[in-house]
């Protein structure tokens, strides 16, 4: 072996300074505490709708409650926004941000920081943080919707629900229509009618990634959620997949 010297015991305190250096490193990085939320009184969405009087309620104290969504803002055709509901009411979210919160998703809601109003009818809690207001407890657990005729609608009763709408079909000026205008990103009204006459606003986002579909011809059913807008109520599809309008319309042969 050849020998420079000066140079080997450069090496050699190189070395020795490597070994250290791998001795300190761990690769066991501790997991951040999870901060615990708390749950504090628990209510159901009907008691939480019923706290409105008129005038917005805002909670500082520890009170949650536990819902499942039933529609989220993924599809583009509602956005920052989720509606949930628990088998007693139902009721649209408002979120500070646009995504965190799915439909399926069975969710504790801690309320404190949010606030409870109305926006042109619609009972809505605003102020929704989804890392701090969602507490997620599962997942792809579906909502049966309720199953009602248009003419059967109910402000109380259908407001936020998922409902799926029996023998309607849209009226014939809509068909094949496109739902609603991409290019533009324009949001627009369709209607849906049974065979008594009896009407309701299908309303669909330029955003929405359905938008460019024609309407459908037939008559049948369509799932979706019931919001508000002053006196009129307004249905928000979720899914295609949830439009099966296929039979024979109303008043041919």
Known sequence: ???????TVY???LLAYILLLQSCIHDDFGEPEATEVPVGEV??????????EGSSVY?????SVYATVTMDDK????????FVEDGSAAINLR???PGGIYEGDSVRIYLKGTTLDTYQGMMQLDNVNADKNIIKLATLKAVEPLTAGIGQLDYNLHQARLVRLENVQFISSDVGQPLADSENLQTINRTLEDCSGNTLIVRTSGYSNFADIPVPEGNGSVVGVIAQYQQDLQLYIRNMGEVSLEGQRCGTK
């Open 95 to 97: 979120m500070m941000a």
């Open 75 to 82: 599809n583009g055709n509602i956005y920052r926004s989720a």
């Open 11 to 13: 090496i050699t305190a």
């Open 1 to 7: 072996m050849i020998l420079f010297p000066g140079k």
């Open 59 to 63: 909670f500082d104290h520890d009170v």
């Open 43 to 52: 209510i159901t969405v009907s008691e939480l709708r019923s706290m409105y």
